[in-house]
């Protein structure tokens, strides 16, 4: 069989635009975006602080300030669960599209979950900032070169006794990458797109479930303002009307879907 008609061949084909977002995240740890512009650090706490702290007694605290507070080893078993669906989640319903016949959705859900990713990156270099913990650790001063962190989530890693988040944000490729927070971006986007076959009612429930379960993991952990969550949210949104309004009906993007098909159809 040649590799060209191999079905792992064509699955890679199908899905290539989620190795690019792979690909192109990696990168942005050569090209810190705080050298294009001032982290925003003290500004969005103060704004999160104004829009939506919580009173406990006589202060009034960030979400994510008041949940490490209240935090319960219920919550960090739930929280560390739903964080590992964030990529996961959208890529597994990426395959069950490609292995169900759905090829073509495959490669335009893919496609479009890259799109809205450059959206975000576009976002990253335009407004830096810090995400939460990076406030509770360091304080407003900037500091370059910062490592990533587990945040609230290393309770989760206590719990199981195993690094499983420490070891995935030891290689973070960028800490003052919070808004807007793609995390809340992936599973709408999938959603989207299961919701548009009308026949995959299981996968747009699961996904729905996932995805405002991320959105709040976000928060509690604090790895994400809820600002940065409504940002993510709306990027998603934004990013997917862009991609099937104006991209997926130009007819650059005819042509090149109807060339590309060849490779994985």
Known sequence: MKVKNSTLFKLVAALLPFILFGLLYDSMRYYPNYLFGDIDIRGIYETEKRLFGIGQGPERLTPNEWFAIHATPVADALAGIFYLCWVPLPVAFGFYLFFSGRRKMAFHFAAAFLFVNIIGFIGYYIHPAAPPWYVEKFGFEPLFGTGGDTAGLARFDQLVGFPVFASIYAGNANVFAAVPSL????????????????????????????????????????????????????????????????????????????WYSHYYM
């Open 183 to 258: 995390h809340a971006a992936y599973c709408p986007i999938a959603c989207f797109y299961a919701l548009r076959t009308r026949q995959l009612p299981i996968w747009s429930a699961v996904l729905a479930f996932v995805g405002i379960g991320i959105w709040w993991t976000a928060i509690y952990s604090g790895h994400h303002y809820t600002i940065d969550v409504l940002l993510g949210i709306i990027t998603a949104i934004v990013g997917i009307a862009l991609f099937e309004r104006l991209v997926s009906r130009s007819s650059w993007w005819n042509q090149f879907e109807q």
